[in-house]
């Protein structure tokens, strides 16, 4: 159906995070506004999903220093917009970054020249994705699938150009949808890609789409995160479907996220 990429990522030191005595994943999502930033460390390697808006680049910084990050073995950028590329300059010229993931395409805007020339002066290996790509880090099994959709630069349809991350832990599962919306978001709920997860990183910042009750329907979480913020809060239809469906609703507007899998099951930390 789909073309399979095999990536291999050459991996030969630890990063500085010490893994948790329970030898799992730990799974954070910053408080940072209506932006996103997610970090997976887990077997002595951190990844981290999206950087935030560019003035939020010193907090994350500031919150991996505390979690004893030293080094990022991957960073996924999911698609050009300043709330999921902004700080990533401030974190590049902060700790070793080993690779770092990307939709292929190009945005005309000073964040993305930003992004892009950090990349360079880093020396930063890099890769833009074209179609689902498929490989393992650590104990984790990563799927990666890059929108069947075409970039508008006059539209700026970023949000249907995110890369969708679905992780495999043991026998848990995470799904990261970025700003999956409109056609992307269709196309991934009724297009045979497989969305069952444990937790669900809620695409759009909670906004509410007419797929929602699909996506919900083919997820099924148990924990749903949600990256909003006072400002801009979820919409209430997506809050009342995820509580009607007995979701357990994290939202960054209430602090940072913490969980925690040991490969078998999902609690909050």
Known sequence: MKTILSLLLCL????????????????????????????LSFDGMNVLIDTGEEDDGDEITEALSELQVEKLDL???????????????????????????????????????????????????SQRLTAETTFELGRARFTLWASTKTYDPEKEN??????????????TRLLFMADAEGGWLKDLCYEGYELGCDVLKFPCHGKWQKHVPALLALTLPSYAIVTDSAKNPADEKTLSALDTMDVTTLRTIDGDVHLFTDGTKVTIR
């Open 158 to 171: 970023d949000n249907q150009m995110s890369l969708v991350t679905a992780v495999a832990f043991g026998q």
């Open 75 to 125: 960073v996924i950028l999911t698609h050009f917009d300043k709330d999921h590329i902004g700080g990533f300059a401030e974190i590049a010229g902060s700790l070793p970054i080993e690779k770092v993931l990307l939709p292929d395409y190009v945005r005309d805007s000073d964040y993305y020249r930003s992004m892009a020339d950090a990349l360079s002066f880093y020396d930063i290996p």
């Open 12 to 39: 030969t030191t630890l990063a500085g995070c010490t893994p948790a005595p329970e030898n799992g994943m730990d799974i954070y999502t910053f408080s940072i506004g209506k932006a996103d930033c997610s970090l």
